[in-house]
């Protein structure tokens, strides 16, 4: 089990200088990872940076440490366009990408702001088909795919990534379950319980109710189950008993989780001092 940081490129950290700079400080403190919100709009006159460039500066400043988008709404998004960033970032990263996708929501009017679709089940079928269509992308073979929305004929692209295949991780709210369906055909699951920013550890149930129903859709053994919890906020007394439950249940990525308009100095203070020590 891994643990990294879920931030929020808002703020003062809508720098990306910035952010690699705190993506430098945390592989040098021992995270394994640094995953970056993907938003268009955050609320009125809040700075937000763009993942995907910002995730370039992370890829050549650091040589170790994981990154990705978490989550990007892939209904937005040109899944061919998308396959070539994917590939560039793997290369220029030496094979460090995750690619996380989702639904998004419409919370600060992104979809309804520049007239995209905004109902959520209109979406989820954009998702699907920009999801098959980015993977067959990303083979390096021939593509011919007609889908209700989308229609491909294009010769292979290249260069691939450097992984194969790229990870790539399905977010679901629990405990909806459909979407778990998307996320047994990928690499993995990244569940989001409740609605705070700074959530507190999973519950043992919900987490064992989730893995037993990917087993049941079909994901392989080694399939990814991420979370996102507050540990600094479990006493240091606790952490070993809340990390071993979470290992215990099948997770492989615990990350930090940060609200998104935490001070930066507070965020670079907790990278800073390195994972929990248990």
């Known amino acids: 089990?891994?643990?990294?940081?879920?931030?929020?490129?808002?703020?003062?950290?809508?720098?990306?200088?910035?952010v690699a700079d705190l993506a430098v400080v945390a592989e040098e403190?021992?995270?394994?990872?640094?995953?970056?919100?993907?938003?268009m709009l955050s609320e009125p006159g809040v700075p937000v940076s763009d993942a995907w460039i910002t995730m370039a500066a992370v890829a050549t400043?650091?040589?170790?440490?994981?990154f990705g988008a978490m989550v990007t709404p892939l209904s937005r998004r040109r899944p061919w366009v998308m396959a070539r960033q994917i590939a560039a970032l793997d290369q220029l990263s030496g094979?460090?990408?995750?690619?996380?996708?989702?639904?998004?929501?419409?919370?600060?009017k992104e979809f309804s702001s520049f007239g995209e679709v905004v109902p959520p089940r209109e979406r989820g079928l954009i998702l699907d088909e920009s999801l098959?269509?980015?993977?067959?992308?990303?083979s390096g073979e021939d593509v011919s795919y007609e889908g209700d929305g989308l229609t491909v004929r294009s010769s292979p692209f290249l260069?691939?990534?450097?992984?194969?295949?790229?990870?790539?991780?399905?977010?679901?709210?629990?405990?909806?379950?459909?979407?778990?369906?998307?996320?047994?055909?990928?690499?993995?699951?990244f569940p989001i319980f409740g609605v705070s920013d700074a959530p507190d550890v999973p519950a043992a149930d919900d987490l064992n109710a989730l893995q037993a129903?990917?087993?049941?859709?079909?994901?392989?053994?080694?399939?990814?189950?991420v979370v996102r919890c507050a540990l600094r906020n479990v006493r240091p007394a606790d952490r070993a008993g809340a990390l071993a439950t979470l290992e215990g249940c099948g997770v492989t990525w615990v990350l930090e989780g940060f609200p998104p308009f935490q001070p930066a100095a507070e965020i670079e203070a907790v990278v800073a001092a390195g994972p929990p020590q248990v």
């Open 1 to 18: 089990m891994r643990l990294g940081l879920f931030v929020a490129p808002f703020g003062e950290l809508a720098d990306p200088g910035r």
């Open 29 to 39: 403190a021992g995270w394994s990872g640094l995953y970056l919100w993907d938003h």
């Open 61 to 66: 400043a650091t040589r170790e440490i994981r």
């Open 95 to 108: 094979g460090r990408l995750v690619v996380g996708i989702g639904l998004g929501d419409d919370g600060w």
């Open 132 to 138: 098959e269509v980015l993977r067959r992308l990303l």
């Open 159 to 189: 260069p691939r990534p450097v992984q194969d295949p790229v990870p790539i991780w399905a977010a679901c709210r629990f405990p909806k379950l459909k979407p778990l369906a998307r996320a047994a055909r990928v690499q993995g699951c």
């Open 213 to 225: 129903e990917l087993a049941r859709l079909g994901a392989p053994a080694n399939h990814d189950l």
